[in-house]
């Protein structure tokens, strides 16, 4: 017998052929377990698309378009935070034009100089609400967002602007309400830069805005919405009556230079109250204006959110859609797991037992 069991490691030639096929089951097995338990642990199918056979093209889909929706969400939700900035703005806006307006009914002699200081810290104030920020982003200054759209708010009593007005309300004595009104409303109208010898406060890109200057948003596929409020120019609505300029925040701007230019010696000019009337009208129709204008953007709002919980509820119905391609069925991962590891268990043990197999234990 002496070299019949040589290099054999105690086997007979009948398991060698057992043995291989047993590792190779057991690899397979284990292959199987780690599947399993990654699937397990990561609640999917698999962490690749090729591992999703025959889903994979329905996976990739589902996944672009959620991901397409959840690129208009954000678009809405940044949009709709702006206009909630906007709309704060707006209503401060309104309360300065109806707190000026309000005293022009019992405008005196003794009181023109305290109400000509508020007019132009009122100014002052307005120059800088128009350059509000969201972040980054100018909110009133339309499609040119990096820049402000006042560029001077903190001189924007050393401005044109404001100087020519003081000059024209100076002379109401001399030329009287009418040309008074007139030429103010004239100033406040002109879209010519101080550096080109004109007088608008505002900047170059909205000194006029060019048409449809709000920033656009994609809200779905191959559709848009402007949204915001422009500095210089109306936006959903269009303001109307005798003194204005057709913009209620130059109307407002307007007025308050104009009440900030009066002086004691105003009251005794012979068209003082024709002007303070006239002023009083425009602040009416700015204030009008201004009610409209959040109105429109309530409304732009409205229609936003409408459309995001639409964008929402195709997602959810996608989402269902992908998981049942993409997910697993967790119940019925974790009994297979369990009985993977039964099953390989198993495997190790009858390895072993063919491993300690020797000839003596098929010589009877």
Same mark, same amino acid.
Not at 44 to 52: A, D, E, H, K
Not at 93 to 112: E, K, M, P, R, W
């Given at each position: 017998?002496?070299?019949?069991?040589? =290099?054999?490691?105690?086997?007979?030639?009948?398991?060698?052929?057992?043995? /291989? @096929?047993?590792?190779? /089951?057991?690899?397979?097995?284990?292959?199987?377990? +780690?599947?399993?338990?990654?699937? %397990?642990?990561?609640?999917?199918?698999?962490?690749?698309?090729?591992?999703?056979?025959?889903?994979?093209?329905?996976?990739? +889909?589902?996944?672009? @378009?959620?991901?397409?929706? !959840?690129?208009?969400?954000?678009?809405?939700? *940044?949009? !709709?935070?702006?206009? =909630?900035?906007?709309?704060?703005?707006?209503?401060?806006?309104?309360?300065?034009?109806?707190?000026?307006?309000?005293?022009? +009914?019992?405008?005196?002699?003794?009181?023109? *100089?305290?109400?000509?200081?508020?007019?132009?810290?009122?100014?002052?104030? &307005?120059?800088?609400?128009?350059?509000?920020?969201?972040?980054?982003?100018?909110?009133?200054?339309?499609?040119?967002?990096?820049?402000?759209?006042?560029?001077?708010?903190?001189?924007?009593?050393?401005?044109?602007?404001?100087?020519?007005?003081?000059? %024209?309300? /100076?002379?109401?004595?001399? !030329?009287?309400?009418?040309?008074?009104?007139?030429?103010?409303?004239?100033?406040?109208?002109?879209? &010519?830069?101080?550096?080109?010898?004109?007088? *608008?406060?505002?900047?170059?890109?909205?000194?006029?805005?060019?048409?449809?200057?709000?920033?656009?948003?994609?809200?779905?596929?191959?559709?848009?919405?402007?949204?915001?409020?422009?500095?210089?120019?109306?936006?959903?609505?269009?303001?109307?009556?005798?003194?204005?300029?057709?913009?209620?925040?130059? +109307?407002?701007?307007?007025?308050?230079?104009?009440?900030?230019?009066?002086?004691?010696?105003?009251?005794?000019?012979? =068209?003082?109250?024709?002007?303070? !009337?006239?002023?009083?009208?425009?602040?009416? /129709?700015?204030?009008?204006?201004?009610?409209?204008?959040? =109105?429109?953007?309530?409304?732009?709002?409205?229609?936003?959110?409408?459309?995001?919980?639409?964008?929402?509820?195709?997602?959810?119905?996608?989402?269902?859609?992908?998981?049942?391609?993409?997910?697993?069925?967790? %119940?019925?991962?974790?009994?297979?797991?369990?009985?993977?590891?039964?099953?390989?268990?198993?495997?190790?043990?009858?390895?072993? *037992?063919?491993?300690?197999?020797?000839?003596?234990?098929?010589?009877?």
């Amino acid at each position: 017998m002496s070299g019949g069991i040589s =290099g054999n490691y105690g086997l007979p030639p009948s398991s060698y052929g057992l043995l /291989g @096929e047993l590792i190779q /089951g057991a690899s397979a097995t284990q292959t199987q377990l +780690d599947t399993l338990a990654e699937q %397990a642990s990561s609640g999917n199918v698999s962490q690749t698309y090729s591992g999703l056979g025959a889903n994979a093209l329905t996976a990739l +889909d589902l996944n672009a @378009e959620i991901a397409q929706n !959840n690129t208009y969400t954000a678009n809405i939700t *940044s949009a !709709n935070t702006n206009i =909630g900035i906007t709309q704060t703005v707006m209503n401060q806006l309104s309360s300065i034009a109806s707190g000026i307006s309000s005293q022009l +009914d019992n405008i005196t002699g003794t009181s023109i *100089s305290t109400l000509a200081t508020q007019a132009q810290n009122d100014l002052q104030q &307005v120059a800088n609400l128009l350059d509000t920020q969201s972040g980054s982003n100018y909110i009133f200054a339309g499609q040119d967002t990096s820049n402000p759209p006042v560029p001077d708010p903190g001189n924007i009593l050393s401005s044109p602007f404001f100087t020519k007005i003081q000059t %024209a309300v /100076g002379n109401l004595a001399t !030329n009287g309400a009418a040309a008074t009104i007139s030429t103010t409303l004239g100033i406040a109208s002109s879209n &010519v830069l101080p550096s080109a010898g004109g007088t *608008s406060p505002f900047s170059a890109a909205l000194s006029p805005p060019p048409a449809n200057f709000q920033p656009s948003i994609e809200v779905g596929p191959g559709q848009s919405t402007s949204v915001g409020l422009l500095a210089s120019a109306n936006t959903y609505v269009t303001s109307t009556g005798p003194y204005t300029t057709g913009s209620y925040t130059r +109307d407002l701007m307007h007025a308050l230079a104009v009440i900030g230019s009066l002086t004691p010696a105003s009251a005794n000019a012979t =068209g003082f109250t024709g002007l303070v !009337n006239d002023v009083h009208t425009s602040l009416t /129709g700015a204030i009008s204006a201004m009610a409209n204008e959040e =109105g429109g953007l309530g409304a732009t709002q409205d229609s936003l959110s409408a459309a995001s919980t639409t964008i929402g509820n195709v997602n959810t119905a996608l989402q269902t859609q992908l998981s049942s391609v993409q997910d697993v069925n967790m %119940a019925s991962t974790l009994s297979n797991l369990t009985m993977v590891q039964t099953q390989l268990q198993a495997s190790f043990k009858l390895i072993a *037992s063919v491993q300690s197999l020797s000839l003596a234990n098929y010589v009877q």
